[in-house]
Every structure is written in C-alpha cells, then in structure tokens.
C-alpha cells in the first residue's frame, strides 16, 4: 500500500528566505507527482505536475525535483513571500492506475513578513 | 478559478437529514472524482467516474451515494450521516486515461453534521 509522508509537518519562516519541502513516498512504481497549494477553508491548487520519467519541473520561483529510485521529491520555494502561505500537498499516482492520487497529510508554510 | 466549481460551500444538516453536494467542472474533462478531507488525515479519495461510469469505490459507507449524470455533473448524495463524516468534500476532474492526468479541483463543501 502506497504511503505519502511529508516532513515538516509545519514550518515557519522570515519573508525572502528560501526553502525546501519535502516528500517521501513508499512505493517507487508511480506514474506522476504531483505538489498541489491549499488556502485554508479551500480547494486545491495544482503547482507542478512530475511525470515518472522527469527529474524536475519549474514554475516561476517553485521547483519540484523527483528521484523515483529512492522514493523522494522536495518542493523548492525561492525568495518566499507572505502570500506563500498555506498548506501545501503532495501525491502521487501509482503506476498502472491512472486515476488514483495519494496524499500526503501536507506541509503547513507561514511566511512572516 | 479552476473551471471546477461545488455547491453549496457550506452545509449543516442532521443525522436524520437527506441533503446533495453538487459539482460540476467547465473543463471538457471526462473524469470526475469525490475526496473526503478530515482534520488532521491526508484526503481520501471516494469515488471515481470516467466517461460517466463508476470506476472505483474506495470502501465507501453505503450512506454517500454518487451520481454522475454526465461527464460535466457530478452529486454525492447524503443520508443519515454520522457527525464523524464532517469534513470538507471536494471534487476534482482531469482528462482521464492518458499520460497527463492532471486533477484539477473545486474549492469543497464544508459538511457539518449534528
């Protein structure tokens, strides 16, 4: 059974400082990653979709990197902004179903300005 | 906006009520799906339709009820609910089978039960 853990579970942080995320997941066999952005009380942002064949993807100042083999992505933020703040998800797809997203319990990000 | 959109945002009913949360996606997407988030868990996906037929159960009480009437609507139908299945519900849709299965999601309704 794939399980998605992600660490910190809570991180606080001065504006401009830049920042790792990280996940973990047990199962190597995935289709995708993918690093989702969620505001309290609301639904989900997708931020950065991996495919299992990608190492990284950028989207402004965010980048996701993936080492399958070893079962781990990390979220970089660049120089964070107040705005940064929310809980941000991770989930992968397994492979061979193409539906299927497992999460993790997610990150909670505070940026202090 | 993510061309997903859920209502009611908020709902309140009793155990004993019958109530629907209702979604509906802009996309052109042919998958649908329902996640339970609870406080503290990560989401839980529920159901999973493609091309309006029900393709995964996930071990759901027989209390929620979905219905996808067509690859653009989807319901969860709700009956004599227990107060441990207040969470927040969302939807999401994604193009279905294929190497790119982005799930873009609706903002969620909030289900409290008495």
């Known amino acids: 059974k794939q399980e998605v853990t992600q660490i910190p579970a809570a991180l606080s942080v001065p504006e401009g400082e830049n920042l790792v995320l990280n996940c973990s997941f047990t199962?190597?066999?995935?289709?995708?990653l993918q690093w989702f952005r969620q505001d309290p009380g609301k639904g989900l942002t997708s931020l950065l979709l991996?495919?299992?064949?990608?190492r990284e993807q950028t989207s402004g100042r965010l980048n996701a990197s993936l080492d399958k083999s070893s079962g781990r992505s990390t979220l970089y933020i660049a120089a964070s902004q107040p705005g940064d703040s929310a809980t941000y998800l991770c989930?992968?797809?397994?492979?061979?179903?193409?539906?299927?997203?497992?999460f993790g319990k997610g990150t909670l990000l505070t940026v202090n300005p | 906006e993510t061309g997903v959109t859920q209502t009611p945002r908020h709902l309140v009913m009793g155990m004993t009520n019958k109530k629907s949360l209702k979604c509906e996606q802009h996309?052109?997407?042919?998958?649908m799906y329902w996640y339970k988030q609870s406080a503290k868990k990560p989401l839980e996906l529920m159901f999973v339709?493609?091309?309006?037929?029900?393709?995964e159960n996930n071990s759901v009480p027989s209390r929620f009820s979905p219905e996808c009437p067509n690859s653009s609507h989807l319901f969860l139908h709700l009956h004599t609910l227990q107060p441990e299945d207040s969470a927040l519900y969302l939807c999401?849709?994604?193009?279905?089978?294929?190497?790119?299965?982005?799930?873009?999601f609706g903002p969620g309704t909030r289900l409290t039960v008495l």
């Open positions: 999401a849709s994604s193009q279905g089978e294929g190497s790119y299965n982005e799930q873009f």
């Open positions: 199962d190597s066999a995935i289709y995708n």
């Open positions: 996309l052109g997407h042919n998958a």
């Open positions: 339709y493609s091309l309006e037929e029900r393709v």
């Open positions: 989930a992968v797809v397994r492979g061979g179903s193409n539906y299927k997203l497992t």
């Open positions: 991996i495919q299992s064949s990608q």
